[in-house]
């Protein structure tokens, strides 16, 4: 660090071929600068500026060194701006991993609104489940995840965002058969639309209905969450889906909600990060945006 130091009064000293200008422009002393130049002169054992009477001009040798050290501080000082517009959001990039349901219904608005404040920010989105995403997490591949929760890992940081009701669904078909409230266990004597096995929220609801001593086998299971709502609209069977995120159906009458008696309890879609790596700025602005909009 010190030597860098005598470098930066180097290359200050050679462009403007005075001592006393250098000191203006680095805010020093002229004779601190002086010493300067004379420390880096005894550590090189050698001399590099002639001082004549109207400054200082470089020697053979010290053309040389100016040649190499100039770069080398150009490259320092460019790294510095670049590093200081990634502070200030003037560039970088966020890496976000997310489902692609809450891409859909959840993530657009913000990362639209974000994308409109920092223009500059590159913004890459990797889609998968929430135990894949977790694994990206922790790989370094992401930055941040935002996903259905609960997930218990003490790695990661969890913030809650949104809070989702699972419910039950059909079409009119089912409609007069599911008029009154409904166990689990009737729930169960019907066709089930499910999302696979590795889907967070598939996993929440089975635990809870298994807790209630309902076990269940879904005729169908499904990738995504619009198709549990386009299965159930042609009647194929009683979809679990999100209520927050099936508003459009429910308005529209296309779907029904089925009332149960042990409503299944209400769960949050988070923002996960690791633990033990600070946020890069993009990733802590977003975060805080979120955490602002829900509290």
């Not at 060194?65 to 990634?86: D, P, R, V, W």
């Not at 700025?281 to 509290?295: K, N, Q, R, W």
Request: charged letters at 25%.
């Amino acid at each position: 660090m010190v030597k860098l130091d005598l470098y930066r009064v180097f290359c200050e000293v050679a462009k403007s071929q005075s001592f006393s200008k250098a000191a203006v422009a680095l805010y020093m002393t002229q004779p601190a600068v002086s010493q300067a130049i004379m420390q880096l002169e005894r550590e090189l054992e050698m001399r590099l500026f002639t001082r004549t009477p109207k400054g200082v001009v470089l020697t053979n040798e010290g053309k040389l060194l100016f040649e190499y050290i100039s770069s080398a501080m150009n490259l320092i000082n460019t790294g510095e701006k670049k590093l200081a517009e990634i502070k200030n959001l003037m560039a970088g990039e966020l890496r976000i991993g997310v489902g692609d349901t809450i891409s859909r219904y959840f993530l657009l608005p913000y990362l639209e609104k974000f994308h409109n404040l920092h223009s500059n920010i590159k913004l890459k989105i990797f889609n998968g489940t929430t135990i894949e995403l977790c694994a990206m997490l922790k790989s370094g591949e992401i930055d941040i995840e935002i996903c259905n929760l609960p997930i218990e890992d003490t790695a990661l940081e969890i913030v809650k965002c949104m809070e989702v009701h699972d419910i039950f669904v059909c079409g009119e078909m089912y409609k007069d058969r599911t008029s009154i409230p409904m166990s689990f266990e009737d729930i169960a004597g019907f066709p089930l639309i499910f999302l696979e096995t590795r889907s967070n929220s598939r996993q929440y609801v089975e635990r809870y209905m298994l807790s209630k001593g309902v076990s269940i086998k879904p005729e169908i299971e499904l990738g995504s969450h619009e198709l549990l709502l386009e299965f159930a609209k042609i009647n194929l069977g009683i979809s679990c889906v999100i209520k927050e995120f099936s508003l459009e159906y429910l308005k529209n009458g296309v779907l029904h909600e089925i009332e149960l008696i042990d409503e299944i309890p209400a769960r949050s879609i988070g923002i996960c990060s690791l633990k033990s790596i600070p946020l890069s700025p993009a990733s802590s602005s977003f975060v805080a945006a979120l955490e602002l909009e829900y509290t």
